[in-house]
Structure formats: C-alpha cells, structure tokens
C-alpha cells in the first residue's frame, strides 16, 4: 500500500484559518499584532497628513498644537482604514464570505444606477431651467446642494430596493 500518495494528499487540504473578533494579518502574526500595527500606522498616516495639511495653510498659531489637534482628529479613522488594509477577511469572525454576492451588494448597484439616471435627468432640467432663469449661487452652495440631492436620491433608491426585495 501506498501511504505516502495517501499522506500527501491529506496534508494538501487547506486548514481552515483561526478566527478572532479583529482578524488576523495579510501579512501574518497575532491579532493583537494586527491592532498593534493599525495603531501605528494610523498614528504615521494621521501625522503625515497633519503635516501636509500645515504645510499647504501655514497657521499663525503653534505649529505643535496645530499638528497634535489635528493627528488627534485624524488618528482614529486613519487607524480604521489601516486595519482595514492590513486585516485578512477570512479571520473575522462573522465575515460573509462573499460580500459581492450578497442582496446588499446587489441593493446597492440598483441604487448607484438609479441614482445616475436621476442625476442626469436633473442635469438636464436644471439646463432647461437656466436658459429661462438668470439665477446667481456660489460654487459652494451649488456643491453642498448637489451633495445633498444625491446622497438623498441614494439613500432612497436603497431604501426602496430594500422594502421591495423583503
């Protein structure tokens, strides 16, 4: 008998991966090695670009408080996307498996493109409406406004793919 074919093949399946509640590294080690590192990394990208920020406005007031206010600020949401980098999803406990294929994931595509018709269906009446208007508004005001029209037209689509699909 052949127990070496045998063997071979029965170390070749995959081990599943230990799971913990952060994941694991891409990159190997701990959990708490992940939220080490996410730590630490999000302090160097929060200070990076406070320093880019100061470097562009050049305040008149302390230059410390200004980079350790806005590191502080920054510091949290640079640590969540760092982690989210660096962490492999097949280590977290309670990950879908394939995200792409969930009915959120198809939610959301018909919410991006009803929204992209509606957008430019408002496009083209906001065109329509200038030529028999003369109305004046900031560049800011016209961004916030369009902002918020969108984001309201997303929300909304979602929301109606998600009552029609419960």
Not at 110 to 139: C, P, R, Y
Request: charged share 15%.
């Amino acid at each position: 008998m052949n127990t070496t074919a045998a063997h071979s093949a029965a170390n070749n399946v995959e081990q599943p991966k230990p799971r913990s509640r952060f994941g694991r590294s891409k990159f190997g080690g701990s959990p708490a090695a992940l939220i080490a590192g996410s730590i630490v990394t999000g302090l160097a990208v929060a200070f990076a670009a406070a320093s880019i920020f100061w470097a562009i406005v050049r305040p008149e007031e302390s230059t410390a408080l200004y980079l350790g206010v806005f590191t502080l600020c920054l510091f949290p949401v640079a640590s969540a996307g760092t982690w989210a980098f660096m962490v492999d999803r097949d280590t977290i406990v309670g990950a879908t498996p394939n995200p792409e294929e969930s009915i959120e994931s198809t939610w959301y595509d018909n919410a991006a493109q009803t929204t992209f018709h509606i957008i430019l269906f408002a496009i083209g009446a906001l065109g329509v409406a200038s030529v028999f208007t003369d109305v004046k508004l900031s560049l800011g005001a016209f961004a916030i406004a369009s902002y918020v029209f969108i984001l309201a037209a997303f929300a909304g689509s979602y929301l109606l793919n998600k009552r029609r699909d419960s």
